[in-house]
């Protein structure tokens, strides 16, 4: 069984910074791919970001140059740092294991980022 527990969101200022951890417990398969996505009230789930099997990072091109995805292998933690965050960043963001289809495999409960100007 995967759990996953995210933390690090917040209130923060336009033009601030945060940095979202993620604890990842279990046995994940091998071909999974690690990542972010968000969802703003009222609005479509966004994959932010993700690491490739090959260790490529890919990233929504609304965060491209702000935002940076990053794991720790052997603590088992996925890491988004966020800088610049502007209000459209607003959502509730969750870490996922196994992406497919358009849709996350496994996910964690989620934690709020607010961006006020």
């Known amino acids: 069984q995967v759990h996953l527990v995210e933390s690090g969101g917040g209130s923060v200022q336009a033009g601030g910074s945060l940095k979202l951890s993620c604890a990842v417990s279990?046995?994940?398969?091998?071909?999974?791919?690690p990542g972010w996505y968000r969802q703003a009230a009222g609005k479509e789930r966004e994959l932010v970001s993700y690491?490739?099997?090959?260790?490529?990072?890919s990233y929504l091109d609304s965060v491209k140059g702000r935002f940076t995805i990053s794991q720790d292998k052997d603590k088992k933690i996925l890491y988004l740092q966020m800088n610049n965050l502007k209000t459209e960043d607003t959502a509730v963001y969750y870490c996922?294991?196994?992406?497919?289809?358009?849709?996350?495999?496994?996910w964690g409960q989620g934690t709020q980022v607010t961006v006020h100007s």
């Open positions: 996922f294991v196994c992406w497919a289809q358009g849709t996350p495999k496994y």
């Open positions: 279990g046995s994940i398969p091998s071909y999974c791919r």
């Open positions: 690491i490739s099997i090959d260790a490529t990072t």
